[in-house]
T-cell receptor, first 115, second 112 residues
Framework: DGGITQSPKYLFRKEGQNVTLSCEQN?????MYWYRQDPGQGLRLIYY???????QKGDIAEGYSVSREKKESFPLTVTSAQKNPTAFYLC??????????????FGPGTRLTVL | AQSVTQPDIHITVSEGASLELRCNYS??????LFWYVQSPGQGLQLLLK??????LVQGIKGFEAEFKRSQSSFNLRKPSVHWSDAAEYFC??????????FGAGTRLFVKA
């Protein structure tokens, strides 16, 4: 079955720690995205990547970092510089065409809690 | 500025009743329009999408949506709601390229 996997499902972080959220897709999609979801808010874009070894900041990139060394993988690191990291994080992917850029397929999410 | 508004934070309908979830957007050009559904603690699943052509689009799970350019709306409808439809629904607007704006969501409760 093709899809997007995220791990772990739940993650707890102590203040001052960096943590990395995993996202893997086997849909052969070129574009991948990271979103943050907070209660009562829509999704906010953290980073996106159009192609391997390239990524761009989204609307709320401060305190986060990403890498795209393989087409299938787009890990997100939440650094200690992110002051309020407790949230639900969603990874998504899409094929790279002019209209399908925006039709995204989502993973099941990772809930990060800062202790 | 581009925006997506879902005016209803939550809606409660009886099982078997009809449903309409509202979505209004602000964007200068014809957007790409989407409805997604999210079950608690899960990712988003695409219900339907509008790119061009017929303004009434059919989606999965018996949902449909109508694009009304004059009203900048893309409301989601279902003629008969099932208890399994209880979830949060997000309207989204694609602006071209990699930018998608999501509404804040409408949580649907279904009562027996």
């Amino acid at each position: 079955d093709g899809g997007i996997t995220q791990s772990p499902k739940y993650l707890f972080r102590k203040e001052g720690q960096n943590v990395t959220l995993s996202c893997e897709q086997n849909l052969n999609h070129d574009a991948m995205y990271w979103y943050r979801q907070d209660p009562g808010q829509g999704l906010r874009l953290i980073y996106y990547s159009q192609i391997v070894n390239d990524f761009q900041k989204g609307d709320i990139a401060e305190g986060y970092s990403v890498s795209r060394e393989k087409k299938e993988s787009f890990p997100l690191t939440v650094t200690s510089a992110q002051k309020n990291p407790t949230a639900f994080y969603l990874c998504a992917s899409s094929i790279a065409s002019s209209r399908s850029y925006n039709e995204q397929f989502f993973g099941p999410g990772t809930r990060l809690t800062v202790l | 500025a581009q925006s997506v508004t879902q005016p209803d934070i939550h809606i409660t309908v009886s099982e078997g009743a009809s449903l309409e979830l509202r979505c209004n957007y602000s964007y200068g050009a014809t957007p790409y329009l989407f409805w997604y559904v999210q079950s608690p603690g899960q990712g988003l699943q695409l219900l339907l999408k509008y790119f061009s052509g017929d303004t009434l689009v059919q989606g999965i799970k018996g949902f449909e949506a109508e694009f009304k350019r004059s009203q900048s709306s893309f409301n989601l409808r279902k003629p008969s709601v099932h208890w399994s439809d209880a979830a949060e629904y997000f309207c989204a607007v694609g602006l071209g390229g990699f930018k998608t704006i999501f509404g804040a969501g409408t949580r649907l409760f279904v009562k027996a």
